[in-house]
């Protein structure tokens, strides 16, 4: 079991940075896999960047360079930080962890990012 606790969205202008965070209730080396998704308005939701136990990290395609997925083990927290914002990743951003290879996702909240002008 884990729970997710989701902070960090805001409006930002295009070019700024934002940090995302998800603190989990349970130490997160202990989790096979825990990631940030997004789903942005008539859009279905996306992977983003993912984070496994052993420390290897996947990022989609579209955001690669300008997101970077880390986490501190102290805090039991996972961060998206996001550079160079561009108005496309205007969307509600979700962090979700798989316990074991082959099991449901658990879900956070999602937290509004809104980028614009």
């Known amino acids: 079991q884990v729970q997710l606790v989701v902070s960090g969205g805001v409006l930002v202008q295009p070019g700024g940075s934002l940090r995302l965070s998800c603190a989990a209730s349970r130490s997160i080396t202990t989790i096979y896999a825990i990631g940030w998704y997004r789903q942005a308005p008539g859009k279905e939701r996306e992977s983003v960047a993912t984070?496994?136990?052993?420390?290897?990290?996947y990022y989609a395609a579209s955001v690669k360079g300008r997101f970077t997925i880390s986490r501190d083990n102290a805090k039991n927290t996972l961060y998206l930080h996001i550079d160079n914002l561009k108005p496309e990743a205007t969307a509600v951003y979700y962090c979700?962890?798989?316990?074991?290879?082959?099991?449901?996702?658990?879900w956070g909240q999602g937290t509004q990012v809104t980028v614009s002008s």
């Open positions: 984070l496994t136990s052993t420390g290897n990290t």
């Open positions: 979700a962890a798989r316990l074991a290879e082959y099991t449901d996702y658990t």
